[in-house]
Structures are given as C-alpha cells and as structure tokens.
C-alpha cells in the first residue's frame, strides 16, 4: 500500500487456533520464561510495552530489563498523574536503564477535559481522550501488546487468559497468574522498589484526580463503579 509504514503492513492478525496453541505454550513457563519466549516467538519490532509506572509496575520492568533492556516502554502520561508517580517512573528508569517514552493526548483534548473536569462528570470519556486515544494511535504499528495485568486485580482480569486478542492487537499477560502473595514475594526477595504511595494505602495508582487509599482497584474512579480505564477492555 503506497505511504503505508511497511510496520503497518506487516503486522499480523492472529487465528483462535493461534492463540489457543500460545496459551498452551507458555501455560507453564515461568514470568522470566515467557518474556524469553516472547522474542523467539515475535521480533522486537512487533512488541509493544506499556507501563503506568503505578503501584508495583518494577516487577515486570525488571524483567525486560534483564532480558531486553533495549525494549521501549510507552508511558501514558494524562497530565494528571502524581507527582510521586513521576518520580517513581524516573527512579526505575535509573534503576534499570529503561527506554522510556512517554505518549500524551493532543494539547486541545487534554485542555478539554482539564477545563471541564471531565473526570468528575464522565470518567469514561476523559480516560477515553488521555488514555485510550492517544494509544490506538501508535499500536497499529505492533502485533503484540504486552501489559502487567494480573487476574486477582478485578473480576473483569480474572477472565483473561496469557494472550488474548483485544482490539485488533494479540495482548500478552505475563503476570497474569502472579499472585498478590508471589508479586510481594518477588519484589521483596529482588528488592525492588515500591511506588512510594503505597506506604500510604493506595494499592492501585492512577490519576490523581480519580484515586484514593483502597484495596487492589477498589480506590480507583471511588463512588464509580468503573474499574478499568478502557485500555484492556
């Protein structure tokens, strides 16, 4: 297709049958195992990385540190983040040598919604234009969505499986089957750091707008019974 990025036509849609084999694949490898697999079964090209930099995204940094640290991690920044949010994403870039780039709404939309405080009456449509737009706009490129959901966060999550097809792009959960109890674990025996706003009751960290102290995502969008920015439905 003339003017068509050659990554655009590459990219490749995956079968039920696919996915299902995928699944089956890496059912049983560990995280560290599926994050290997993942690049002999796709080429770096096609992996896309996305981080909120939120309550306990160094799990899954370190990770990809170690095992590709030339990796690009896409951050969303709404513009509404906490300040120690910002500060924790540049600690673990530090940390790890992370290739960090952030992906932010166009200045119009996210003044939109700044000035009418879309959060307070339409979370959906204010996640929608700093979260969910910004993104569509540059995962056309990839065939891969890698993302650090895991299944204990919420009932919707607990539905997922490894790999899903979501949105015309395969999605991968490396961490889906973590437990909270083996996320600790993991974090405390590889020492690595905390968003520091846990230390104060947040569990899931958002924009500071639309979170508060609360168990796994139940201080996210409070008195909403929204769970899920749009990103993963």
């Known amino acids: 297709v ?17 996915i299902k084999a995928l699944n089956e694949k890496y059912r049983d490898l560990t995280v560290d195992e599926r994050v290997k697999q993942l690049y002999k079964d796709f080429t770096p090209g096609e992996v896309m990385l996305t981080s909120s930099f939120a309550a306990t995204s160094a799990l899954l940094l370190s990770v990809f540190s170690k095992i590709n640290s030339a990796q690009k991690i896409y951050f969303i920044d709404t513009g ?3 300040p120690e949010t910002l500060d924790y ?4 870039t530090d ?17 939109f919604t700044s000035k009418n ?30 993302s650090g959901l895991m299944s204990w ?4 999550r607990a539905t997922l499986d490894i790999f899903e097809e979501r949105g015309g792009i395969l999605k991968f959960y490396p961490l889906l ?11 405390k025996k590889h020492k690595l750091p905390f ?17 508060v102290p609360g168990e796994d995502r139940s201080g996210r969008w409070n008195n909403s019974p929204k769970t899920e920015c749009g990103l993963h439905l």
């Not at 966060?153 to 919707?156: G, V």
């Not at 909270?180 to 674990?185: I, K, Q």
Request: aromatic share 10%.
């Open 2 to 18: 003339p003017g068509m990025p050659e990554s655009i036509i590459s990219k490749k849609v995956y079968s039920k049958e696919e």
């Open 80 to 82: 509404y983040h906490f």
């Open 89 to 92: 994403r540049q600690k673990l």
């Open 95 to 111: 940390l790890y040598g992370l290739n960090v780039e952030s992906v932010s709404a166009g200045k119009e939309d996210h003044a």
């Open 117 to 146: 405080q879309t959060w307070k009456t339409d979370p959906e449509l204010c996640c929608a234009i700093n979260k969910v737009k910004p993104l569509e706009l540059i995962k056309q490129r990839f065939s891969v969505w890698v």
């Open 153 to 156: 966060q919420s009932d919707h």
């Open 177 to 187: 089957d973590v437990t909270e109890e083996g996320r600790d674990e993991y974090i």
């Open 195 to 211: 968003h520091p706003l846990i230390a104060f009751g947040y569990h899931s960290i958002g924009c500071k707008h639309c979170t």
